[in-house]
């Protein structure tokens, strides 16, 4: 009911518009004016232009002779090629639009600098934890011999260093140790019988000291330990089964002989990998490859690991491309001494290719439309226009501007979106204003 009365006001309203121009104009002399028309002009008359701001069409205005829509109230230079501005005949400043400093913190209107910044294009792929073939290291039996007892189970288990591998029975070592208790048995009969040890019994005993040396020796090139030999020197008996203990830390990558073997000096017995150091295997597809070189940062995330993130330097493995993923390999050295990595764990991999210093601004402040991309830039007086911007590459969070903005000029980094809208508003409102 209420609506309907409403209505009808309006449609009286109308109907009495017409009637008192034309009264108007009788008693002024002017000639009528159409109905249809009086209608329009009056209801323009009537209703005000919602806006934010904007400029006054009989205010001088000052703009760019090569950027047209760079227009301000002073003169001054142009943001984007920084050249005068030049007075012009007067009208709207074409796309902006004016926001005084409360409103602009009611919309959440924040400022950014068009600065100089450090970027680089990230190029994302991923990668694989590997081990770092460079700590790969073969244990292999010194002398040929039957494998009496391996102390390595399984493929994955960690060596520390001085833990016993496996013992070997060797005849020929066994022989070796027979010549050794019969040389310290001389030895020891020389030294006992002889009361003057100079002269001749002095080179005696010098000659006995020196084969027991080289006889140590070889022991110890066939990997019999410190403590195998004080106990055949003690004990003047052979040790048929002679244990092989690790001398370095790692974990078991390979076993290539089992228990009751008879192994030779080329059999591979395992195989360890020390994982304090472990490389990061990043695969690059080719279109990649024309920006990425040798050295340059890598940042390494580990996704729902708790890892914290690496960074290094990247280092190409090889130069050609894989026949089956038609990618090309790289690397990454990192330290492991946490063993917190693992052989086989995947990683999302963020290379900063073709690094330079160029304009910048957060990507937050960039408009992106299906005509181009744009931003909001900030003038005195709480003036805000839509300036086409050219984009290049993206880090970190900020966008290399190519064209369009000077250093240090200001820019809206969030509410962005709304000041664009009222500009675009605002500009459509004064066009229809002006069109006759």
Not at 282 to 296: H, N, S
Not at 307 to 315: I, M, W
Not at 407 to 422: I, R
Request: glycine share 8%.
């Amino acid at each position: 009911m209420k609506s309907s009365l409403v209505r009808a006001l309006y449609y009286a309203v109308l109907l009495l518009v017409p009637l008192c121009a034309a009264g108007v104009a009788l008693f002024s002399g002017a000639p009528p004016v159409a109905g249809g028309d009086a209608v329009m002009h009056a209801a323009h008359a009537a209703e005000p232009v919602a806006q934010l701001g904007g400029g006054n069409p009989a205010q001088k205005r000052w703009i760019c002779p090569m950027h047209p829509h760079i227009a301000q109230d002073h003169p001054g230079t142009c943001p984007i090629c920084g050249m005068d501005l030049v007075e012009a005949d007067g009208g709207h400043e074409a796309g902006g639009v004016q926001v005084d400093p409360a409103m602009q913190q009611r919309l959440g209107v924040r400022l950014a600098r068009v600065e100089s910044r450090r970027l680089a294009r990230e190029v994302h792929t991923y990668g694989t934890v590997v081990v770092d073939e460079a700590s790969v290291r073969a244990v292999s039996p010194k002398i040929e011999g039957w494998l009496s007892r391996l102390y390595v189970r399984a493929v994955g288990q960690h060596v520390a260093a001085g833990q016993l591998l496996y013992e070997i029975y060797s005849p020929e070592l066994v022989q070796r140790q027979r010549e050794y208790i019969e040389l310290l048995q001389r030895r020891d009969q020389l030294l006992e019988s002889l009361s003057d040890r100079s002269g001749q019994n002095a080179q005696v005993a010098a000659s006995l000291a020196r084969e027991r040396l080289r006889m140590r020796d070889k022991f110890a090139y066939a990997d019999v330990g410190a403590a195998t030999l004080a106990e055949i020197e003690r004990t003047h008996r052979t040790v048929d089964r002679v244990p092989v203990f690790a001398t370095r830390s790692g974990y078991v990558t390979q076993i290539g002989a089992r228990e009751g073997a008879f192994v030779t000096p080329v059999t591979p017995l395992l195989t360890l990998a020390d994982n304090a150091t472990v490389w990061i295997d990043i695969a690059l597809y080719p279109d990649q490859l024309e920006w990425v070189r040798e050295g340059d940062a890598v940042t390494v995330r580990f996704p729902r690991s708790g890892h914290p993130p690496l960074t290094g330097r990247l280092r190409f493995a090889s130069p050609t491309l894989d026949p089956l993923s038609r990618t090309a390999r790289a690397r990454l050295e990192v330290r492991n001494t946490d063993g917190l990595l693992r052989p086989g764990e995947f990683a999302d991999v963020v290379i900063a290719a073709e690094p330079r210093t160029a304009l910048a601004v957060p990507r937050s402040s960039v408009i992106r439309t299906g005509t181009g991309e744009r931003v909001m830039l900030a003038r005195d007086g709480g003036h805000f226009m839509p300036v086409p911007v050219e984009t290049g590459i993206e880090s970190g969070g900020y966008v290399e501007i190519v064209d369009g903005l000077q250093e240090d000029a200001e820019v809206a980094a969030s509410g962005q979106f709304l000041l664009d809208a009222a500009a675009s508003l605002d500009d459509a409102a004064h066009r229809m204003q002006s069109a006759p």
